[in-house]
């Protein structure tokens, strides 16, 4: 059996960010492709 690092047991699901932050699981999606497109200066 493989084992999970820590690390990614952290990792919350997200449906976890959407609920902890009062937001729908679409508006993330949303805002993460908005983020995905981004130029960083």
Known sequence: ?????PRLKALLTPGEVAKRSGVAV????????????????
């Open 26 to 41: 679409s508006a993330l999606h949303f805002y993460e492709s908005k983020r995905a497109n981004y130029q960083y200066p």
């Open 1 to 5: 059996m493989e084992k999970k690092s």
